[in-house]
């Protein structure tokens, strides 16, 4: 649970899947990274990190994309940059400096 790279939104939130039971999730509305893109255009988050150069190796894409998809659902276009690093610690990226990940979610935040 210390990564975040397996973040998943259930119901609507972001959550850890290692953090939960099989069980736990029967019967919910699970959204995974396959699940964006819709007719094979990129959901505006994707869109966000793609044209912001907000990922390098790929390993903790999926779990930021996820968890950047519940912050700009509860926190609206103009999410700041605080709330976004703050809310993003909980997920690990071990190849950028989080820049271009927060100006990925900012920007994609702005077209949603």
């Known amino acids: 649970s210390q990564c975040g790279a397996c973040t998943v939104v259930v119901d609507g939130h972001a959550v850890k ?6 069980v736990q999730a029967s019967g919910s509305d699970i959204m995974t990274i396959e699940g964006l893109a819709t007719d094979g255009k990129l959901h505006p988050i994707q869109e966000g990190f793609w044209e912001e ?22 926190n ?13 610690s909980q997920n690990i990226c071990r190849c950028t400096g989080y820049h271009n990940i927060v100006a990925a979610v ?5 077209k949603m």
């Open 17 to 22: 899947s290692c953090t939960i039971f099989a």
């Open 53 to 74: 150069h907000g990922l390098q190796c790929g390993f903790c894409t999926p779990g930021m994309i996820m968890a950047s998809i519940d912050i700009v659902k509860r």
């Open 76 to 88: 609206g276009k103009k999410v700041s940059e605080d709330v976004i690093r703050r809310e993003l």
């Open 106 to 110: 900012q920007s994609a935040a702005e």
